[in-house]
């Protein structure tokens, strides 16, 4: 943050102790800005910001950003809402991946209309730069800008050359991390239930969004796929008590289910995970991959169980690590950190479907993540390896990517041996490769530490959703590690804030307080 022309640097700290050097700070009437994060990710950040009367403050943010590979291509999201035309604006990016680039795409609210003039895209082996310098004119002239400017996302979407299939494996001091991203395998088939609330808090909107996902989804099935629907409230109902093959017939018939869905009473969800568990266990298939998607947008209201630790527990016996449980939190209001426990126990992630027009759109994107599975029960090995970041995976999609980090043994050994173990429609298959590693004066400069921090950033990543299911001792443990790996590499975590504010000793000014009942400004990221 510069003030008056002096400069600085934001500092890590505790939450608590960094909230607490703000609040002081705004309190003396100074200028400061705290960045949090928002939740329990490493992802949702809240920025705020104080500043001092007839003053001028350049607020300055950096930030890296790991980008998961999602449906075969990476995202970059870059939102833009200055509140005003701008005269000089300019946005630069530069990509540079190793394996090189195979394709970029640019879209968003910002690349239509007259503002699809101000995008330059070029592209080398290598790398790529996208330009976007709108004039006045221009930013006042695309779907979603007005008088008041900018107003809109600028969606950059890539992906890399993919030569070798046992991946990309990069090595520098001492670290090193493997990008794992097979394509050439054949598909798996399936065999998935969605379990759907249709309890009365669903009725409206929510629910004629669900039916209109679910039956673009069923029109996706493969023929070779199974597949079973449930839904809920405090009854459930099976459409079919077994799994059934997605026949042309059978998904017609699974398509007017759908459309006679009707929302009603309370919400038992113990009893409805517990049906499709049951459905699935019913019927094994060898040489398929098994998928639970629960859809869900209140706490658990009625039935025999509402406790939900008890919940949890009944569904971990259940499942028993067989197969991966995804649970789709509808809403603002929807007990997400209980779906999250519940997915992480149970080799799943949970992901929240805001309540919005393109909600249907959002139900059906994640189900296109997991809807083509390649392989099952994937290990990671590493010769020389050690304090490595998770290695072990019940399935990997299509279009996605396995990221693992570690530490190398002896620093001073020329090569590196990876190997995968995984299963593909039921034949084990294993991925080897060696790796020879670079004299350090080889490496760029920007990359000396990169690998380092990638490694404690996915280390701090694991710790955070291990310390969500654990209690007591272990729990703690694991959040000290957290909390000692975000200072060391000053990472705003769920346990850490960056703070910024003027030393002791400097000029104090005064600033225009917020009022008491009223936020200060605040920027979301």
Not at 110 to 135: C, E, H, M, Q
Not at 357 to 382: C, H, M, N, R
Not at 415 to 424: H, L, W
């Amino acid at each position: 943050m510069t003030i008056e022309g002096k400069t600085y640097d934001g500092v890590v700290k505790e939450k608590q102790e960094a909230q607490q050097q703000y609040s002081e700070a705004v309190s003396r009437g100074q200028s400061a800005g705290l960045i949090k994060s928002v939740g329990r990710t490493l992802e949702d950040f809240k920025t705020s910001v104080t500043v001092a009367a007839f003053s001028k403050v350049t607020f300055e943010l950096t930030y890296e950003e790991l980008l998961k590979r999602r449906l075969g291509k990476y995202e970059l999201l870059i939102n833009a809402q200055p509140m005003q035309p701008v005269a000089d604006f300019k946005m630069d990016v530069h990509i540079r991946e190793k394996p090189g680039i195979s394709f970029l795409e640019v879209k968003g609210d910002l690349s239509t209309g007259d503002l699809a003039n101000a995008i330059k895209t070029t592209r080398a082996d290598k790398d790529a730069w996208v330009t976007f310098y709108p004039t006045r004119d221009q930013q006042t002239k695309c779907k979603s800008c007005g008088e008041n400017g900018l107003n809109g996302d600028l969606l950059i979407t890539y992906d890399v050359e993919r030569r070798n299939p046992k991946g990309e494996v990069m090595v520098s001091n001492g670290y090193f991390v493997h990008y794992f991203a097979p394509s050439d395998v054949p598909r798996i088939p399936k065999n998935v239930v969605f379990i759907i609330d249709r309890s009365g808090s669903m009725r409206g909107r929510k629910m004629d969004q669900t039916r209109l996902a679910l039956l673009r989804i069923l029109s996706d099935l493969d023929e070779d796929d199974h597949f079973g629907l449930i839904t809920f409230d405090h009854s459930v109902d099976t459409w079919k008590h077994e799994l059934l093959k997605a026949t042309k017939l059978n998904l017609e018939n699974a398509k007017s289910f759908v459309k006679e869905i009707r929302e009603r009473g309370s919400t038992n969800i113990n009893a409805a995970v517990l049906a499709g568990v049951d459905m699935i266990n019913r019927h094994p298939r060898e040489g398929t991959a098994s998928i639970l998607i629960l859809l869900t947008d209140g706490d658990p209201t009625s039935g025999s169980e509402t406790n939900i630790e008890r919940i949890m527990a009944n569904v971990k016996k259940a499942i028993g690590l067989k197969f991966p449980l995804y649970c789709l939190g509808f809403g603002h209001d929807v007990n997400f950190d209980f779906l999250t426990k519940m997915s992480l126990e149970n080799g799943g992630v949970a992901r929240r479907i805001y309540e919005d027009s393109d909600a249907d759109l959002q139900l059906q994107g994640f189900y296109d993540e997991v809807a083509v599975p390649l392989l099952t029960d994937i290990q990671l090995k590493y010769t020389g390896g050690t304090n490595l970041t998770k290695t072990s995976f019940n399935l990997y999609f299509n279009g996605s990517e396995i990221v693992v980090s570690g530490q190398i043994t002896d620093n001073s050994v020329e090569s590196f041996s990876t190997e995968v173990i995984a299963v593909s429609k039921g034949n084990n298959v294993t991925y080897q490769d060696t790796v020879m590693i670079k004299d350090p004066s080889d490496v760029p400069p920007e990359n000396e530490d990169f690998m380092q921090r990638l490694w404690a950033y996915l280390t701090v990543k694991q710790l955070l959703e291990r310390q969500v299911l654990l209690k007591g001792q272990e729990k703690e443990d694991e959040e000290k590690e957290a909390l000692k790996l975000s200072l060391k590499y000053q990472f705003v975590t769920p346990l850490t804030s960056m703070v910024v504010t003027k030393p002791q000793g400097d000029e104090v000014e005064v600033a225009d307080k917020p009022k008491e009942g009223k936020e200060e400004p605040e920027c979301k990221n």
